[in-house]
């Protein structure tokens, strides 16, 4: 059974870093895109960041771009958020997502209507 778990999330203070994992099992070689995304209380889930699990493509919202990077370790099954110059409106559930098939376009990356396999989410709290 494909699994998605998420891990490194807690209290940061503003401007501090974060480094959130997220460690596929299963079918993994399915998972192509591997994305994540995020959800604030009171608002909708929204895209943060993907890749492609060839190491080619990345796409960031523009609310993250230039604080947080995406990357992967491919022998862990393994993809990373490290979240720099955190703000206090990062707040949010995290969520690692997966596209079941193989393909590759920014704006399906940023689709989360395209993803088929999810983590239960970890809590990022971003206070003084």
């Known amino acids: 059974q494909e699994q998605l778990v998420e891990s490194g999330g807690g209290l940061v203070q503003p401007g501090n870093s974060l480094t959130l994992s997220c460690v596929a099992s299963?079918?993994?070689?399915?998972?192509?895109?591997r994305g994540w995304f995020r959800q604030a209380p009171g608002k909708e889930r929204e895209f943060v960041a993907a890749?492609?699990?060839?190491?080619?493509?990345?796409t960031y919202a523009d609310s993250v771009k230039g604080r947080f990077t995406i990357s992967k370790d491919t022998a862990k099954n393994t993809m990373y958020l490290q979240m720099s110059s955190l703000k206090p409106e990062d707040t949010a559930v995290y969520y690692c997502a997966a596209i079941g098939r193989r393909f590759w376009s920014i704006s399906g990356a940023r689709d989360q209507t395209n993803y088929n396999y999810w983590g239960q989410g970890t809590q990022v709290t971003v206070s003084s």
């Open positions: 890749l492609s699990w060839n190491g080619v493509s990345t």
């Open positions: 299963g079918r993994t070689l399915e998972m192509y895109v």
